[in-house]
């Protein structure tokens, strides 16, 4: 039993106690405690955005899209990377938005705790719900959730759903959502319902995906079918074109992936809540996520370095961040004991040193354990092992400034990727490595 007036750090140390396993699939025990608190619907447009990668920048995107809309809205997001906080936020305006408080936290868990009972719920389903429960209270326009694994029996599942978005269908949790793509697909398709749109961010989208829409009598639309987004040739402002059937809508480049650009205005699209096409524009333009092709340019020891920093962790993110980061050639990878580093390594062919490093933790992998398996499909790749990943960055910044940039570059360049963890260990360290200056 906790406390009353417990603070945010107690009730996270509460919600880590009541259920003896991290994840437990199924939606029986967040149905009973949604159905007591009245949390099927808690904004009067539910938004809801699956898929194995992308989920944070589309979830961005569509928050700043209606607020140039002129609508108020609310998003839960999962994994944070700093502060529980920002797993909930709130947007009033194109330039107004905040995280929630803590003592609205404590609130919304309190809520949850008098609300379940004897009812065990798992550290994602109780913070899902309550996450749920402050965006009723704030009476927002739309509420846009992330869903954090899977989709067909992820906690988000429970609500009353206007839009589904589902970024992409790639391997990853496997354990959980099985071993195909096509058993993913089904999995992640499953946040559909009958009758509403739903939008498939994924080229070639795999046949267990197409089938199980089609079971859910969902009206899906395709990209690269239904819609597209293409690069402006020889433009100096322009980056894509999106095209539905016969409209079309110049845009910026952004500073998120293309693919979940035309994947949240095809969403809005669909449920007539797309602003004008400067709004479009300007929302496009204004779009950035922490940890998602995050740049810090520094000095270090009189010599330019950026570091980029990407919570990629599945060979299907390090892939898209290959035709990004061409002229980058070390990296420092640090990932759960749960990924595939091997898989990791492998889209990033142009990497020439890696700097691995440990993540600590109950999911953590020590930078040996990466070393073992990356070598054993990987053993002409040059890597280092290393305690923490401020030290990898050291390293890391040690070997780069050995060697000459590439012609045009701007400087030296550091990829930093594996996890939410491992970005936030980054950010961290940013600040305290000797010689080195943000600028």
Known sequence: MIAAGATKDQWLTHLESIHP???????GRVTKVAQQLGLFKPA????????????????????????????TSACYNSPHIHEYNERINRRDSVTSMRL????????????????????????FEFGTLAALWQIKQWQVDVAILEVGLGGRLDAVNI??????????????????????????????????????????????????????????????LYQGVDFSINPVAQSPVAGWEWVKGGQAITLPKGHIPFYNIASAIAGLDAIGLLPHV???????????????LTHFPCEFNG???TFILDVAHNAQAAAFLSDQVQDCSVAILAMLADKDPAAVVAALPHIESWHLASLQGYRGQASHSLFDRIGQT??????????????????????????????????????IIGSFLTVSAAEQALACIDGLLLK
């Open 21 to 27: 396993a991290n994840i437990e699939m199924g939606l």
């Open 44 to 71: 009067p447009v539910v938004i809801v955005v699956g898929g194995t990668n992308g989920k944070g920048t589309t979830t961005a995107l569509v928050g700043q899209l209606l607020a140039e809309k002129g609508l």
């Open 100 to 123: 929630s408080s803590d003592n609205e936290l404590c609130e919304a868990f309190s809520a949850i705790e008098s609300g379940r009972g004897d009812i065990p719920l798992t550290y």
């Open 159 to 220: 609500v009353e759903t206007d839009l589904a978005i589902v970024t992409s269908v790639g391997l990853d949790h496997q354990d959980w959502l099985g071993d195909t793509l096509d058993l993913i697909g089904m999995e992640k398709a499953g946040i559909a319902r009958a009758d509403k749109p739903l939008i498939c961010g994924q080229l070639n989208a795999p046949k267990g995906f197409v089938d199980a829409a089609i079971q859910l009598q969902a009206k899906t």
């Open 278 to 292: 400067k709004g479009i524009q300007a929302a496009v333009n204004r779009t950035k996520v922490s940890g998602r």
């Open 303 to 305: 010599k330019s370095v």
């Open 378 to 415: 990987s053993p002409k790749v040059s890597m280092m092992c290393h305690e923490t990943v401020k030290l990898a960055m050291i390293s890391g910044l040690e070997d780069v400034c050995s060697k000459e940039p590439a012609e045009s570059s701007g400087g030296h360049k550091i990829l």
